[in-house]
């Protein structure tokens, strides 16, 4: 179990999915959105209505077994009430609202030239120009998601340990650390990088506060709360097991995860328009109380893409929407190889093993590499364009604590005995080999002046690079 899983799971299972999972999992709980309060709504937290005529630019670009590919092995791999997609020879039938009984049909493709049409702001790496072998990464439009807030918030999140009177370890500013350091090593390669944040402050103007209401209404329509919720004092005790059905808790989540990341995806999706979004993230093993935190052995490493949708969430009328049109879009095209290209070049440089999800009940393993799996979380989803979120380095683990203390610096530096780069240097270096190894491919294969790539590769970025693209 992640630790993003950790702190949520109890209550989970004690009523019907509250606010779900962890890593940021997208939904999901049935709640009529107050901005669309018809009484045949049914939206997820802080959703928007469905817009199905959309879905019309998609007709006749894919075909069926591509279809029922992606939906019976990417998305719905957690099966689905039978109304919801019907998939019949030439058409897929979606349910688009139960109780209007109203029906979206997608006509399939007779062949596959026909994904050539396929509409969306992104150009996948096939219809890149070819570049040269020292930028092949150029024209490539790159956002940085460094997760989670860091800095006065880092608490709120659940995001912050702090070992006696060591430097406290703050997610968010960890993250923002590595972006720093990718974005110049990407621009040197020719990317056009830009940050979805590049502070540690939100970007959604919402505080807390303005979902007092929203967390009410959230909380008497849970069984598990019973109609009552507990106000929660002015500062929550981080231990306190019952603190998520209070409504303090739940107005501060719907702040920074749901208002924050929603309004993260409209920044991606209408004024950055990149062709990838790397959210960037820290792992971390359940650690128990933040003041007098469980340091651990553990350690590892998983890349996410989006997919393996649960039947719940599949009943909300705007995620089945999203995930349809994501799947149109084939993002996954896109996603999987890079996800499992970065996850190589990550695994080479940080030797870290692959994560192994305790059950299978959200999660589904995709790609060849082991370290990628489909999870339908707000980013991947929302995000309308290829995203490959990456969880390295268990960071309450006894090795990843030290090389954060360690702080960021040039060259090695003796931890725990190893002679070892910064950790963040190591984070940022090795998705970059990712990027080269994955592009370099894509765009240089067709030219003959790439046949010589191989020898000038080690100037790109290290030798991890080189050893990428070597036959
Ligand atoms: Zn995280």
Not at 196 to 218: G, H, M, S, W, Y
Not at 224 to 245: F, H, I, S, Y
Request: glycine share 6%; hydrophobic share 35%.
């Amino acid at each position: 179990m992640t630790n993003d899983e950790a702190p949520r799971v109890a209550f989970q299972r004690s009523c019907f999915v509250i606010l779900s999972s962890f890593v940021i999992r997208a939904s999901s709980f049935f709640l009529i959105c107050p901005t669309a309060l018809q009484a045949a709504d049914n939206i997820s937290v802080l959703g928007n209505k469905p817009k199905w005529s959309v879905l019309e630019h998609y007709q006749e670009t894919i075909t069926h077994g591509e279809f029922a590919h992606l939906i019976n092995d990417v998305y719905c791999t957690h099966g689905f009430a039978p109304d919801l997609i019907e998939i019949n020879k030439k058409t897929a039938r979606i349910l688009m609202n139960r109780e209007t009984q109203k029906f979206f049909t997608l006509r399939f493709a007779a062949d596959e030239a026909a994904d050539k049409h396929v509409p969306r702001l992104w150009r996948p790496v096939k219809s890149l120009p070819p570049a040269q072998p020292e930028k092949p990464l150029s024209g490539l439009k790159i956002a940085l998601d460094p997760g989670h807030l860091g800095g006065k918030w880092a608490k709120m999140e659940e995001r912050w340990f702090q070992v006696g009177d060591s430097k406290p370890v703050e997610e968010g500013d960890l993250t923002l650390r590595v972006a720093r350091l990718l974005a110049p090593r990407l621009r040197g390669l020719g990317a056009k990088v830009s940050f979805v944040r590049n502070t540690n402050e939100p970007i959604t103007p919402k505080r807390p506060d303005d979902f007092r209401e929203l967390a009410k209404k959230i909380l008497i329509k849970n069984p598990a709360t019973a109609g009552q919720p507990r106000m929660g004092g002015e500062v929550l005790d981080p231990n306190d097991p019952e603190k998520e059905k209070t409504i303090r808790w739940q107005t501060e989540i719907l702040f920074y995860r749901y208002s924050e990341i929603r309004r993260r995806a409209a920044r991606v999706n209408f004024k950055l328009h990149p062709e990838l979004v790397l959210c960037l993230h820290f792992n971390a093993e359940g650690w128990g109380d933040p003041n007098n935190p469980t340091l651990t052995d553990i350690n590892h490493l998983h890349l996410l893409v989006n997919g393996s949708y649960l039947a719940d969430e599949l009943e909300l009328d705007d995620e089945r929407f999203e995930m349809i049109r994501r799947l149109l879009s084939r993002a996954y095209d896109e996603e999987l190889p890079l996800a499992d290209t970065i996850a190589l070049a990550m695994d080479r440089e940080t030797g870290l093993p692959p994560y192994q999800y305790p059950t299978t009940n959200t999660t589904t393993k995709v790609g060849a590499s082991e370290y990628v799996y489909a999870r339908n979380l707000l980013a991947t989803r929302l995000y309308r364009c290829p995203v490959v979120y990456c969880e390295p380095y268990v960071m309450n683990s006894k090795d990843v604590f030290a090389r954060i203390q360690a702080g960021d610096y040039e060259g090695t530096r003796n931890i725990n005995g190893i002679e070892r780069k910064s950790i963040f240097r190591e984070y940022a270096d090795s998705v970059t080999d990712g990027l080269v190894q994955y592009y370099s491919k894509a765009r240089c294969d067709r030219k003959a002046w790439c046949q010589g790539m191989t020898a000038s590769q080690p100037s790109l970025v290290n030798s991890t690079a080189a050893q990428a693209v070597a036959p």
